[in-house]
């Protein structure tokens, strides 16, 4: 399967602990996003990176999240001192270069802070 | 305030009709509107492009305005199936970035 894969599927988690999802891009892909979506509504653009470098980030986004991509292929995302609000799906996809083409997602990472 | 929104009401249509749906934004300057499937659980699926500079797109069953004076995209599945019930969210990307910004999506049954 060449898709976009995310690990792990689903992570529970207590209030106040760190958690860390990683994505693995399409291969050939250079952009990768990640978003969050809650329950009812359309995913939530969080980040996206061109190769290794972020080029762009919610201001939603708080300082208690942080994401890399290294080596340009796969990316991981962080949550420090997970709050109950941080509960979502998280979302991962990849597109090659270029405005016009579609976004593959992958599976997503389901979070539950109790 | 920039916003896109789709009907949040679920659409219920019986086999064969055609299903259409809306995508209303404000405050946007999309260069290019998409729409995705998304099933239960899992993550979304894409199905058409529309740039700003064209008027309409047809895959198969499917087809996509885009009206950038009235500041809508509307989508039509036609001979509507029950395996096409999903939740169809709208994506646009404005000009100068490369960030998509989504709807909150139309869940649609089709009734057999």
């Known amino acids: 399967d060449t898709g976009v894969s995310q690990n792990p599927r689903h992570k529970i988690t207590k209030r106040g602990q760190n958690v860390t999802f990683r994505c693995d891009p399409i291969?050939?892909?250079?952009?990768l996003y990640w978003y969050r979506q809650t329950l009812g509504q359309g995913p939530e653009f969080l980040t996206y990176?061109?190769?290794?470098?972020?080029?762009?980030k919610s201001r939603l986004l708080s300082d208690r999240f942080s994401a890399e991509r290294p080596k340009g292929s796969f990316s991981t995302l962080e949550i420090q001192r997970t709050e109950q609000g941080d509960s979502a799906m998280y979302l991962c996809?990849?597109?090659?270069?270029?405005?016009?083409?579609?976004?593959?997602f992958g599976p997503g990472t389901r979070l539950t802070v109790t | 305030s920039q916003k896109i929104e789709q009907n949040s009401e679920a659409l219920n249509i019986q086999e064969g009709k055609t299903a259409t749906l809306t995508c209303n934004y404000t405050?946007?300057?999309?260069?290019?509107l998409q729409w995705y499937r998304q099933d239960p659980g899992r993550g979304p699926v894409f199905l058409l492009l529309?740039?700003?500079?064209?008027k309409e797109k047809r895959k198969e069953r499917l087809k996509v305005t885009f009206d950038t004076t009235l500041k809508q995209s509307l989508f039509h599945i036609t001979a509507s199936q029950p395996a096409d019930s999903a939740t169809y969210l709208c994506?646009?990307?404005?000009?100068?970035?490369?960030?998509?910004?989504f709807g909150t999506g139309t869940r649609l049954k089709v009734l057999a």
């Open positions: 994506a646009l990307v404005t000009s100068g970035t490369y960030k998509y910004i």
């Open positions: 529309i740039r700003e500079n064209e």
């Open positions: 405050n946007y300057s999309p260069a290019y």
């Open positions: 990176f061109q190769n290794e470098a972020q080029l762009e």
């Open positions: 291969s050939e892909h250079n952009r």
């Open positions: 996809a990849s597109s090659p270069d270029g405005y016009s083409y579609e976004q593959y």
